[in-house]
Structures are given as structure tokens and as C-alpha cells.
RNA sequence: CGGGGUGUGGCUCAGCUGGUAGAGUGCUGCGUUCGGGACGCAGAGGUCGUGGGUUCGAGUCCCGCCACCCCGACCA
């Protein structure tokens, strides 16, 4: 056999390389063979990561960091989005962008301050955000005349623009969409899950009516759970807010809600249905076909890089970082074990790189011999590399590899003939698919409905709980106050809504009132 | 804003009743290794968060300040 060389490869080349890993297979003698290693060795990995059944949310941050996702600033509740953490974003962005301009949506930008007065034009809307604000005095050296708002969100300064581009039905709808970075001081910060400033995408929509509003609610949240179950395999319940709960300054808010692995709820994305309160508050009106002014009607709806922290927590084990593949950047690592004919293996392993890169599979190599095969296994389990390829001497001769994957830990033993980017691939969607059924599973066995309320402080500590209410706030204020538990979602879903009959009526779990219906109930983020 | 904790090589930390700074890990170089976090040898790297005080002498004791982390109340 004549080992492949490195210099001088050529996409023209790979057929070549294909049939000459074909023959290989077919030549080889001894099918099974005979080393062990399709067990996973329980090794006692460096207690790099404190385990999540010890202290998931030490587990959570121990995680973050030695994946080199991200990394605490020197100021204070903001963090740096390092490489491998910022890949995960950029995928989510593709992938989300791709899915608003699929809809009709075109972005834009709007600035960063806002002039205060803008902000208080809205009262519900004020009242909610300017507590957590940061705000410029000074700039240029002198006192500003007015101070400018570092955006929380763009509503108000993206509707003083709204007022002065719409005069007509005809200029309606507008549908943008921006990304950005807004800042919201909060008190306590968690890296992903709340920082004092942080990545999003907003989408402001105008309509002429209260009906193409609504649509595009509903739309977009949809959108958000296409997004979730595909691609971070993340199952989630879509649904409305309580009042309580909604947005500062909406008439309605919807929100898709997951379940992370320690049994809480996360708000993973909103859409919000802003009424005519944008507006009003900046008297944009239209002229509609019939010649009368009316108000226009407004949506905004946002996912942020919060969304890696529930990835995080949706899937990733004491090992380190799961990925969907799907929004892995690089899907597939090949790590040679280096011996023998150091440069053949080396060739092999880049040859077939080359070969599931040419397939559309994002692959690498990492040949280096600073660090032991031990040692790189352990690393890129940790970064979240959803399939390692080992690949050793002993493999070539016999035509074949081994392919771990990180879902399961699960090792098989593959061909090395033009079958793998197939058997690969398959690997790929198993691991997407996986991951999303785990997670669903997790969620229905910790989804309980419950009529006491005995029962429902006991299981409210860990998991969703199904259970009536009357419909006040007073009550849910009550249950919060006792339980720290929240409704999360009123979810719409009519296979969901059947599943835990949550149009019986029946009387509330708290206060012993009549109930119209069952809302779920959670400790959140 | 309450409660707790921590500030000492890049990182994790040790440093006792004060005597002039150490380990592990990481880093650099060379060599041997390589199928689940390999090993040997040789190196580089620290105004001990900060200001003051006590003392012949402070990483260590005292007072102030600052920063960060964790837990709670608020929030995507």
C-alpha cells in the first residue's frame, strides 16, 4: 500500500484516496479485530468539573470556563464570549437570521443610548426598565443636556423612527429585526444566564392591524421553537405569560420555557404583542385605506446568547460540553494515535478528514504530539465534539476506525471505505435526534400534575407542576411568595393542553377558588 | 441591598504562636512516549488586592478601603 502524502493533495485526489481506502477494506483479513476498546475505561478525569449531582450550578460554571466558552471580565457582571463560546453564537445567529429573512424580516440598526426622555414615554415601560439601567451624564468632557439611556431594548428609540417612516398603510408592515448588544444592571449575574450586558436580536414589527400583530406573535414564537427542537435539540413548552410576568409595556407576552437538567424552568425567547401602547406613546399613526388615522400596531420579539446557557444545561454531562451537531462548528475530530509510521497515520487521518470535509462534515485533525491521545479525548469531550475519530496503526492495516460519540460515550468501529461519510453523517443525526428525545424524556418525568397543595410544594422543589389556578395575581404572588415558584407558561400547544387536561375546569391549588384552567408552574432562571 | 466567602507565580491553593515566599498544575527547551488527561531532565515566572498602623522586622497582627465570587430579593 502506498501511504498518501500530504504534500500536494488535491480535491481531484479524493475519488483516488476513496478507492484506495475501498481496497483496503476489501483486502483486509481479519474483520473483527481483536483490541478492546469499544468501552469507555471509567477514568477519574482531573476534578476539573465539580459534578452536577455535587453542585449543578458550581457544575455550570466550572463548565463554562474550562470549556473556554466564556470567561469573567474586570467588570464587574460582564463576561468575555470566548471563541468557542462565540462559535456556538454565530451558528445560532445563521441559523435564527436565516429563519427571519425566510419570513420576510430585514435587518437593521438603531443606537446604542437612547435619550431619556424616549424611555419614559412609555409608563409601564419605564417603570420596568429604568431601575436597571445604565445611564451616560457626561460625554465630550461637558454634562449632557440630557442623559442617554444605554439601550436595555429598543422599543422606544426604534419607534421614534417608526413615527417618521410611516404615514401610510402602504408603508406597512415593517418588519425589522436588529442584532445587538443591550445592558440591563442587574443585581446578580450568572455567565450566559444573566450578564449585565449581553447579545440578542430584537425584531420590531409594525402592522395596520391588531390581527397581523397577533399572526406575527404567534409566528415568531414559532419560529423560537423550530429553532429550540431543531437545532439546539431542545425541547419547549409555547405559550403565554401571566400578566405578572409579561413584558414592560406589552399586552401580551409569549415565550417559549425549556426544563434544564436540575428540573427548573429557563425563558429561552419571547415575542411580544405591544398593542397600540408604542404608538400612542409616540403618536404614530397611519392612514388607512378608508382615509381614517389610526394608531399602528406593534410586536418585538428576542432570543440572546442566554441561549447557550440553556444548551448548556439542556444537555451537557460531568464530562463537559454535549452539542447538537448542528450547532457544533466543527462536528467531527480526528485524533491519530501516533506511532509506528508516525507519517502515514498522520496522512490517513487527513486524507480522511479531507474526505467528510469534502462531504460537508466540518473536520479536523489534531496531529499534534504535545499531548497523548488520553489526554485529547478527554479535551474535546470537554469542548463538546460531537464524534471523535481514533484512528491508530493498527486501524489502518485493518481498514477500519473508531468513532466515539459525545452524546453517549458510545464507541463503534467503522469502515474505512466510501461508506464513512455516510456512516458518519448517520452518527451526526443519531447524536441530534438523541439528545432531543433525552431531554423530552427528562421533561415528562419531571412534569407531574398535582391537586393538593401539599403536594405541590413538595414537588415544586424539583421539576414542572401542572396545576389550577384562579386566574389572580394576588394568588400567584401568594404561591410565589411561599414557593418561589412561578407560572411559567400558559402553554397553547392543544396535544400539550390534552396531555395534562388543562382545560378542566376545577379549583385552584392555592386559594380553593373556582379555576377555568391549569397553568404550569416552576422555579426559573 | 442583605448574608457568606475569597484576594499570594497564568490557574488552584499552602504558608502554624511575625524572621524576608512554596507546592501542584500550566508555560518554555530537549529527549523518551502515545488506543482514556504519559514520563525524565533543565528553565522562566510573585512590588503577597490596596492604604494606613503596630513592630528591629508584616503574606502573617490591627483598622480602613477596593475588587470579585457564591447564596437570597429583582430580571432574558
Known sequence: MTPPHRAGLAETMLSAFISLLLQNALARRNPASAFPHNQIASITVADK??????????????????AKLADYS?????????????????????ALDGMFKATGHVNAYFPLFIPESFIAKEAEHIEGFAPECAVVTHGGGEELSEKLYVRPTSETIIWSSYKKWIQSYRDLPILINQWANVVRWEMRTRLFLRTTEFLWQEGHTAHATPEEAQEEVIRMINVYRTFAEEYMAMPVIVGKKSDSEKFAGADATYCIEAMMQDGKALQAGTSHNLGQNFAKAFDCQFQ????VLEYVWATSWGVSTRLIGALIMAHSDDKGLVLPPKLATRQVVIIPILKGNKDEVRAHARFIARALNHHGIPTFVDDSENNSPGWKFAEYELQGIPVRIELGPRDIEQGKCVAARRDTLEKTELLLDDTLPANIEEILNNIQQNLYDRALLFRQENTVEVSSWEEFKAKVEKGFVIAHWDGTAETEAQIKEETKATIRVMPMDAEYRQQYSMDEPGTCIRSGNPATQKVVFAKAY
Open 49 to 66: 468539573i465539580t459534578s452536577r449531582q455535587q453542585d449543578y450550578s458550581q457544575w455550570y460554571i466550572d463548565l463554562v470556563r474550562s
Open 74 to 94: 474586570d467588570v464587574r457582571g460582564c463576561m468575555v464570549i470566548r471563541p468557542n463560546g462565540y462559535a456556538i453564537w454565530e451558528k445560532m445567529q445563521a
Open 288 to 291: 388607512s385605506k378608508e382615509g
